[in-house]
């Protein structure tokens, strides 16, 4: 049975700090992971987006890691700002296309 | 704007009626798709096309769900016989078709509540 697992479910930092937000996940067959940020009301957004074969992207102040291995990911956020205060979503898809989305990751950023 | 439309972005109904949603992709994006989330879910795929053909359907996907790609370009979800249940956010989201992993962006997202 495809799942997601992500952890922690919320999480409170102060402005400026960094942070790691981790998946496990059990998908066959298994192509590819995104992560996506989620505002409150409004539709996902893609940060990062990584084959089986690679194991880190970035994109600007978001690095994303995967060991396909042990079915792993995560998603470090550095230097973090208020508007980085969104649902952050882990998402392994299938060579056809599927996509499982997680629960995703709460996060708030305090000044 | 350029991107994934939805309209309307908020739909009030009472239970029993039958909605309609609309979805106009990014221009020249063959895929599209829909997925419903609730709170504190992710959102969960509904169905989607290539082109016009709608080639998978969730389980979720009940007999009161209609999707539809016309001419290939923009799409409508129609619920009928509206249910409480059904009260979330429907999200579309469409893709060019490309090999290896491709993008799917996503539209802003209709709110329906069934009262």
């Known amino acids: 049975k495809n799942q997601v697992e992500q952890s922690p479910q919320s999480l409170i930092i102060l402005e400026g700090k960094n942070c790691t937000l981790q998946?496990?996940?059990?998908?066959?067959?298994?192509?590819?992971l995104r992560w996506y940020k989620q505002d409150t009301g409004r539709g996902p957004v893609s940060l990062t987006i990584?084959?089986?074969?690679?194991n880190t992207k970035s994109n600007g102040r978001y690095t994303a890691t995967l060991d396909a291995d042990t079915k792993q990911s995560s998603l470090h956020i550095t230097a973090s700002q208020l508007s980085d205060s969104a649902s952050y979503i882990c998402?392994?898809?299938?060579?056809?296309?599927?996509?499982?989305f997680g629960k995703g990751t709460k996060l708030s950023v305090k000044p | 704007d350029t991107g994934v439309s939805q309209d309307p972005r908020h739909k009030i109904t009472k239970r029993g009626q039958n909605v309609t949603f609309r979805c106009d992709p990014i221009?020249?994006?063959?895929?599209l798709y829909w997925y419903r989330q609730t709170l504190g879910q992710g959102p969960e795929f509904l169905t989607y096309?290539?082109?016009?053909?709608?080639?998978?359907k969730s389980r979720l996907l009940s007999d009161r769900f209609s999707a539809e790609r016309p001419k290939g370009s923009f799409s409508t979800l129609e619920i009928q016989r509206t249910e409480q249940g059904d009260s979330a956010m429907y999200l579309c989201?469409?893709?060019?078709?490309?090999?290896?992993?491709?993008?799917?962006?996503f539209g802003p997202g209709t709110r329906l509540t069934v009262t």
């Open positions: 989201a469409s893709s060019p078709r490309t090999s290896g992993a491709y993008e799917q962006y």
């Open positions: 998946c496990n996940y059990t998908v066959s067959p298994f192509s590819n």
């Open positions: 990584m084959t089986f074969s690679e």
């Open positions: 998402v392994p898809g299938g060579s056809q296309g599927n996509l499982i």
């Open positions: 221009s020249e994006h063959n895929r």
């Open positions: 096309f290539q082109n016009e053909a709608q080639l998978e």
